[in-house]
Protein backbone atom coordinates (compact mmCIF):
# COMPACT_ATOMS: atom_id res chain seq x y z
CA UNK A 1 0.00 0.00 0.00
CA UNK A 2 1.38 3.45 -0.87
CA UNK A 3 2.36 6.19 2.18
CA UNK A 4 2.01 9.28 2.54
CA UNK A 5 4.82 11.57 4.93
CA UNK A 6 3.40 13.20 7.81
CA UNK A 7 3.83 17.00 7.73
CA UNK A 8 7.66 17.64 8.32
CA UNK A 9 8.55 14.75 10.40
CA UNK A 10 10.12 11.73 9.02
CA UNK A 11 6.66 9.72 10.00
CA UNK A 12 5.81 7.73 6.41
CA UNK A 13 1.63 6.20 7.03
CA UNK A 14 0.17 4.25 4.76
CA UNK A 15 -2.89 5.84 2.42
CA UNK A 16 -5.66 3.91 4.54
CA UNK A 17 -5.33 3.38 8.04
CA UNK A 18 -6.58 1.62 10.75
CA UNK A 19 -9.16 3.53 13.58
CA UNK A 20 -9.26 1.37 16.98
CA UNK A 21 -12.98 2.77 17.95
CA UNK A 22 -14.38 -0.87 17.04
CA UNK A 23 -11.89 -3.17 18.79
CA UNK A 24 -12.84 -1.24 21.90
CA UNK A 25 -16.22 -1.86 21.62
CA UNK A 26 -18.39 0.74 20.10
CA UNK A 27 -21.80 0.70 21.33
CA UNK A 28 -21.33 -2.98 20.98
CA UNK A 29 -19.09 -5.73 22.29
CA UNK A 30 -16.41 -7.21 20.10
CA UNK A 31 -14.43 -11.01 21.10
CA UNK A 32 -11.13 -10.74 21.88
CA UNK A 33 -10.49 -13.20 18.97
CA UNK A 34 -12.90 -10.98 16.93
CA UNK A 35 -10.28 -8.09 17.45
CA UNK A 36 -7.60 -9.66 16.59
CA UNK A 37 -9.10 -11.25 13.30
CA UNK A 38 -9.86 -7.61 12.35
CA UNK A 39 -6.42 -6.73 12.89
CA UNK A 40 -4.84 -9.53 11.14
CA UNK A 41 -7.26 -8.41 8.22
CA UNK A 42 -6.30 -5.21 8.53
CA UNK A 43 -2.43 -6.13 8.50
CA UNK A 44 -3.01 -8.52 5.67
CA UNK A 45 -4.37 -5.59 3.06
CA UNK A 46 -1.33 -3.84 3.78
CA UNK A 47 -2.14 -1.43 6.48
CA UNK A 48 0.44 -0.06 8.56
CA UNK A 49 -0.85 2.83 10.90
CA UNK A 50 -2.76 2.17 13.41
CA UNK A 51 -4.72 4.82 15.40
CA UNK A 52 -6.05 4.38 19.01
CA UNK A 53 -7.25 5.93 22.21
CA UNK A 54 -7.41 5.28 25.73
CA UNK A 55 -11.24 6.56 25.42
CA UNK A 56 -11.50 3.40 22.96
CA UNK A 57 -13.33 0.72 25.67
CA UNK A 58 -11.67 2.83 28.74
CA UNK A 59 -7.96 1.63 26.99
CA UNK A 60 -9.25 -1.90 25.94
CA UNK A 61 -8.39 -1.13 22.34
CA UNK A 62 -5.00 0.57 23.07
CA UNK A 63 -4.39 -2.96 25.05
CA UNK A 64 -5.97 -5.19 21.97
CA UNK A 65 -3.42 -3.25 19.16
CA UNK A 66 -0.25 -3.77 22.16
CA UNK A 67 -0.89 -7.27 22.22
CA UNK A 68 -1.88 -7.73 17.85
CA UNK A 69 1.75 -5.75 17.21
CA UNK A 70 3.50 -7.77 20.29
CA UNK A 71 6.52 -9.23 17.99
CA UNK A 72 6.44 -7.22 15.09
CA UNK A 73 9.44 -5.23 14.33
CA UNK A 74 8.45 -1.52 15.76
CA UNK A 75 9.88 -0.04 12.32
CA UNK A 76 7.10 -1.87 10.10
CA UNK A 77 4.31 -0.23 11.76
CA UNK A 78 2.99 3.13 12.86
CA UNK A 79 0.83 3.62 16.49
CA UNK A 80 -0.83 7.30 16.86
CA UNK A 81 -2.93 7.78 20.28
CA UNK A 82 -4.26 10.41 22.09
CA UNK A 83 -3.73 12.68 25.22
CA UNK A 84 -6.22 14.74 27.00
CA UNK A 85 -8.04 12.26 28.97
CA UNK A 86 -6.55 10.61 32.28
CA UNK A 87 -7.73 7.25 33.13
CA UNK A 88 -8.42 6.15 36.74
CA UNK A 89 -9.56 2.75 38.08
CA UNK A 90 -13.49 2.65 39.54
CA UNK A 91 -15.70 0.05 40.72
CA UNK A 92 -17.35 -2.12 38.74
CA UNK A 93 -20.80 -0.56 39.20
CA UNK A 94 -19.30 3.14 38.81
CA UNK A 95 -17.82 2.67 35.23
CA UNK A 96 -19.42 5.55 33.58
CA UNK A 97 -21.44 5.27 30.12
CA UNK A 98 -18.77 6.58 27.28
CA UNK A 99 -20.69 4.59 24.63
CA UNK A 100 -18.39 1.58 24.85
CA UNK A 101 -19.86 -2.09 25.79
CA UNK A 102 -18.33 -4.32 28.57
CA UNK A 103 -15.01 -1.47 28.49
CA UNK A 104 -12.56 -1.78 31.32
CA UNK A 105 -12.94 -0.57 34.62
CA UNK A 106 -12.17 2.80 34.45
CA UNK A 107 -13.18 6.41 34.02
CA UNK A 108 -11.47 9.63 32.54
CA UNK A 109 -10.34 13.13 33.89
CA UNK A 110 -9.45 15.94 31.15
CA UNK A 111 -6.25 17.31 31.45
CA UNK A 112 -4.39 19.32 29.32
CA UNK A 113 -2.29 20.60 31.26
CA UNK A 114 1.75 19.26 31.62
CA UNK A 115 0.94 17.18 34.24
CA UNK A 116 -2.04 15.44 32.84
CA UNK A 117 -0.33 15.09 29.59
CA UNK A 118 2.74 12.97 30.71
CA UNK A 119 0.81 11.08 32.81
CA UNK A 120 -1.56 9.77 30.13
CA UNK A 121 1.40 9.60 27.68
CA UNK A 122 2.78 7.16 30.23
CA UNK A 123 -0.51 5.17 30.82
CA UNK A 124 -0.36 4.34 27.13
CA UNK A 125 2.79 3.65 26.94
CA UNK A 126 2.00 0.72 29.23
CA UNK A 127 -1.62 -0.51 27.77
CA UNK A 128 0.22 -0.53 24.06
CA UNK A 129 3.37 -2.23 25.29
CA UNK A 130 5.68 0.50 23.62
CA UNK A 131 8.29 2.80 24.85
CA UNK A 132 7.76 5.45 21.89
CA UNK A 133 4.75 6.60 20.44
CA UNK A 134 4.70 8.01 16.62
CA UNK A 135 2.29 10.52 16.83
CA UNK A 136 0.31 11.81 19.54
CA UNK A 137 -3.28 13.49 18.91
CA UNK A 138 -4.53 16.38 21.84
CA UNK A 139 -7.70 14.44 21.75
CA UNK A 140 -11.26 16.05 21.94
CA UNK A 141 -10.42 19.20 22.74
CA UNK A 142 -12.97 22.46 21.44
CA UNK A 143 -15.94 24.23 22.15
CA UNK A 144 -18.73 20.89 20.62
CA UNK A 145 -17.21 18.71 22.92
CA UNK A 146 -16.68 20.90 26.21
CA UNK A 147 -18.93 23.86 25.98
CA UNK A 148 -17.53 27.41 25.74
CA UNK A 149 -16.59 28.07 29.51
CA UNK A 150 -15.11 24.74 30.16
CA UNK A 151 -13.08 24.87 26.55
CA UNK A 152 -11.81 28.49 27.43
CA UNK A 153 -9.82 26.76 30.87
CA UNK A 154 -8.82 23.68 29.01
CA UNK A 155 -7.35 25.65 26.02
CA UNK A 156 -5.29 27.52 28.67
CA UNK A 157 -4.49 25.00 30.13
CA UNK A 158 -2.97 23.51 26.96
CA UNK A 159 -1.24 26.93 26.25
CA UNK A 160 0.57 27.40 29.61
CA UNK A 161 2.14 23.50 30.10
CA UNK A 162 0.54 20.97 28.03
CA UNK A 163 2.31 21.98 24.64
CA UNK A 164 5.41 22.16 26.69
CA UNK A 165 4.78 18.81 27.67
CA UNK A 166 4.57 17.49 24.00
CA UNK A 167 7.90 19.22 23.34
CA UNK A 168 9.63 17.42 25.16
CA UNK A 169 8.31 13.97 24.58
CA UNK A 170 9.50 15.16 21.26
CA UNK A 171 12.74 16.70 21.25
CA UNK A 172 13.64 13.44 23.47
CA UNK A 173 12.04 10.91 20.75
CA UNK A 174 9.54 9.41 22.79
CA UNK A 175 7.34 10.69 19.85
CA UNK A 176 7.71 11.88 16.07
CA UNK A 177 4.95 13.72 15.95
CA UNK A 178 2.42 15.94 17.00
CA UNK A 179 -1.44 16.70 16.00
CA UNK A 180 -4.90 17.37 17.59
CA UNK A 181 -8.04 14.65 16.72
CA UNK A 182 -11.31 16.73 16.60
CA UNK A 183 -14.67 16.89 14.29
CA UNK A 184 -14.50 20.37 14.49
CA UNK A 185 -12.34 22.91 12.35
CA UNK A 186 -12.30 26.56 14.45
CA UNK A 187 -10.22 24.52 17.12
CA UNK A 188 -7.56 23.45 14.64
CA UNK A 189 -6.95 26.89 13.69
CA UNK A 190 -7.40 28.56 16.80
CA UNK A 191 -4.44 26.20 17.89
CA UNK A 192 -2.10 26.37 14.83
CA UNK A 193 -1.31 29.91 15.68
CA UNK A 194 -0.18 28.32 19.08
CA UNK A 195 1.98 25.61 17.96
CA UNK A 196 3.33 23.85 14.65
CA UNK A 197 0.69 21.16 14.82
CA UNK A 198 2.70 18.07 12.37
CA UNK A 199 -0.83 16.65 11.36
CA UNK A 200 -4.68 17.18 12.50
CA UNK A 201 -6.69 14.21 12.67
CA UNK A 202 -10.12 15.61 11.29
CA UNK A 203 -13.58 13.20 10.99
CA UNK A 204 -16.22 14.23 9.41
CA UNK A 205 -15.31 17.79 8.30
CA UNK A 206 -13.95 16.66 4.94
CA UNK A 207 -15.70 14.28 3.04
CA UNK A 208 -17.26 13.34 -0.50
CA UNK A 209 -20.37 15.68 1.55
CA UNK A 210 -19.43 17.77 4.31
CA UNK A 211 -16.78 20.36 3.02
CA UNK A 212 -16.44 22.11 6.42
CA UNK A 213 -12.39 22.22 5.93
CA UNK A 214 -12.01 23.28 3.17
CA UNK A 215 -12.65 27.02 2.92
CA UNK A 216 -9.46 27.94 5.74
CA UNK A 217 -8.10 24.82 6.85
CA UNK A 218 -6.93 22.84 3.68
CA UNK A 219 -5.34 25.86 2.25
CA UNK A 220 -3.45 26.54 5.78
CA UNK A 221 -2.15 23.00 6.38
CA UNK A 222 -0.92 23.04 2.65
CA UNK A 223 0.94 26.49 3.28
CA UNK A 224 2.28 24.61 6.78
CA UNK A 225 3.33 21.71 6.32
CA UNK A 226 0.31 20.19 8.17
CA UNK A 227 -0.80 17.04 7.00
CA UNK A 228 -4.78 15.68 7.56
CA UNK A 229 -5.72 12.53 8.89
CA UNK A 230 -9.12 12.29 7.25
CA UNK A 231 -11.80 10.15 9.52
CA UNK A 232 -15.51 9.79 9.30
CA UNK A 233 -15.83 9.20 5.57
CA UNK A 234 -19.03 7.96 5.40
CA UNK A 235 -20.42 10.97 7.89
CA UNK A 236 -21.68 8.33 10.21
CA UNK A 237 -23.35 6.13 7.79
CA UNK A 238 -24.98 8.28 5.31
CA UNK A 239 -22.03 7.74 2.60
CA UNK A 240 -21.82 4.22 3.29
CA UNK A 241 -26.01 3.23 3.01
CA UNK A 242 -27.44 5.60 1.16
CA UNK A 243 -30.58 7.81 2.04
CA UNK A 244 -32.34 5.29 3.66
CA UNK A 245 -34.82 5.78 6.42
CA UNK A 246 -33.03 6.41 9.11
CA UNK A 247 -30.02 7.46 7.86
CA UNK A 248 -27.44 9.28 9.97
CA UNK A 249 -25.67 12.35 9.28
CA UNK A 250 -22.79 13.51 11.96
CA UNK A 251 -24.08 10.90 14.48
CA UNK A 252 -28.22 12.22 14.64
CA UNK A 253 -30.64 11.27 11.80
CA UNK A 254 -30.24 12.98 8.78
CA UNK A 255 -32.20 15.94 7.55
CA UNK A 256 -34.15 16.03 4.31
CA UNK A 257 -31.89 18.37 2.76
CA UNK A 258 -28.61 15.91 3.35
CA UNK A 259 -31.01 13.24 2.24
CA UNK A 260 -31.53 14.96 -0.92
CA UNK A 261 -28.00 15.68 -1.50
CA UNK A 262 -26.89 11.91 -0.68
CA UNK A 263 -29.37 11.56 -3.49
CA UNK A 264 -27.65 13.41 -6.09
CA UNK A 265 -24.03 11.78 -4.72
CA UNK A 266 -25.71 8.75 -5.48
CA UNK A 267 -26.89 9.89 -9.19
CA UNK A 268 -23.65 10.59 -9.99
CA UNK A 269 -22.08 7.52 -8.77
CA UNK A 270 -24.70 5.65 -10.77
CA UNK A 271 -23.87 7.11 -13.98
CA UNK A 272 -20.08 6.90 -13.09
CA UNK A 273 -20.77 2.95 -12.43
CA UNK A 274 -18.97 3.24 -8.67
CA UNK A 275 -20.31 2.46 -5.40
CA UNK A 276 -20.92 5.99 -3.43
CA UNK A 277 -19.02 4.25 -0.25
CA UNK A 278 -15.93 3.60 -3.29
CA UNK A 279 -16.00 7.50 -3.82
CA UNK A 280 -16.18 8.71 -0.32
CA UNK A 281 -13.33 6.29 0.77
CA UNK A 282 -10.92 8.06 -1.96
CA UNK A 283 -12.23 11.38 -2.06
CA UNK A 284 -9.96 13.28 0.81
CA UNK A 285 -6.54 11.36 -1.27
CA UNK A 286 -7.06 13.49 -4.20
CA UNK A 287 -6.09 16.74 -1.67
CA UNK A 288 -2.16 16.30 -1.05
CA UNK A 289 -3.06 18.07 2.58
CA UNK A 290 -4.13 14.78 3.23
CA UNK A 291 -1.60 11.58 4.37
CA UNK A 292 -4.57 9.18 5.38
CA UNK A 293 -8.03 7.88 4.94
CA UNK A 294 -8.97 6.12 8.60
CA UNK A 295 -11.49 3.42 8.70
CA UNK A 296 -12.41 1.49 11.31
CA UNK A 297 -14.88 -1.50 12.38
CA UNK A 298 -14.35 -4.40 15.20
CA UNK A 299 -15.82 -6.90 12.17
CA UNK A 300 -13.23 -8.72 10.18
CA UNK A 301 -16.24 -8.62 6.88
CA UNK A 302 -16.68 -5.53 7.52
CA UNK A 303 -13.63 -4.16 6.83
CA UNK A 304 -13.23 -6.35 4.02
CA UNK A 305 -15.97 -4.97 2.40
CA UNK A 306 -14.92 -1.52 2.99
CA UNK A 307 -11.44 -2.44 1.46
CA UNK A 308 -12.88 -3.68 -1.37
CA UNK A 309 -14.55 -0.20 -2.27
CA UNK A 310 -10.26 1.02 -3.17
CA UNK A 311 -10.63 -1.42 -5.98
CA UNK A 312 -13.06 0.47 -8.12
CA UNK A 313 -11.61 3.30 -9.84
CA UNK A 314 -13.39 6.78 -9.81
CA UNK A 315 -13.08 8.33 -13.33
CA UNK A 316 -11.67 11.83 -12.56
CA UNK A 317 -14.84 13.95 -14.17
CA UNK A 318 -17.02 12.50 -11.45
CA UNK A 319 -15.43 14.92 -8.84
CA UNK A 320 -16.68 18.16 -10.23
CA UNK A 321 -20.01 16.59 -10.38
CA UNK A 322 -20.18 15.19 -7.09
CA UNK A 323 -19.67 19.01 -5.84
CA UNK A 324 -23.00 20.23 -6.88
CA UNK A 325 -24.11 18.35 -4.00
CA UNK A 326 -21.66 19.47 -1.40
CA UNK A 327 -22.34 20.70 2.17
CA UNK A 328 -20.51 23.29 2.14
CA UNK A 329 -21.88 25.02 5.96
CA UNK A 330 -19.89 26.25 8.58
CA UNK A 331 -18.77 24.59 11.43
CA UNK A 332 -21.31 23.89 14.17
CA UNK A 333 -18.28 25.81 17.05
CA UNK A 334 -17.39 28.21 14.24
CA UNK A 335 -18.16 31.68 16.23
CA UNK A 336 -15.82 33.82 17.20
CA UNK A 337 -12.44 32.21 18.51
CA UNK A 338 -12.11 31.84 22.00
CA UNK A 339 -9.05 33.64 21.75
CA UNK A 340 -10.77 36.99 20.43
CA UNK A 341 -13.16 36.26 23.06
CA UNK A 342 -10.65 36.58 25.73
CA UNK A 343 -9.39 38.99 24.17
Not at 276 to 297: D, N, R, W, Y
Request: charged share 25%; net charge neutral.
Amino acid sequence: MKTRRVGRTSVEVTEISFGCTGIGNLYKPVNREEAAATLQVAWDAGIRYFDTAPRYGHGLAELRLGDFLYGKSRDSYVVSTKVGRVLRPVPEHAVPDYGFADPLPFAADYDYGYDGIMRAFDQCLTRLGLNRIDIVYIHDIGVLTHGKAENDRHVRALLDSGFKALGELKSRGAIKAVGVGVNEVRICLDLMDHFPLDCILLAGRYSLLDRSAEPELLARCLKEGTSLVIGGVFNSGILATGPIPGATFDYGPASEDVRERVRGLETVASTYKVPLAAAAMQFPLGSPAVASVLIGTGNPRSLTRNLSQLDFKVDPGAWAEFNRYTLTAPDPADATPWAQKEG
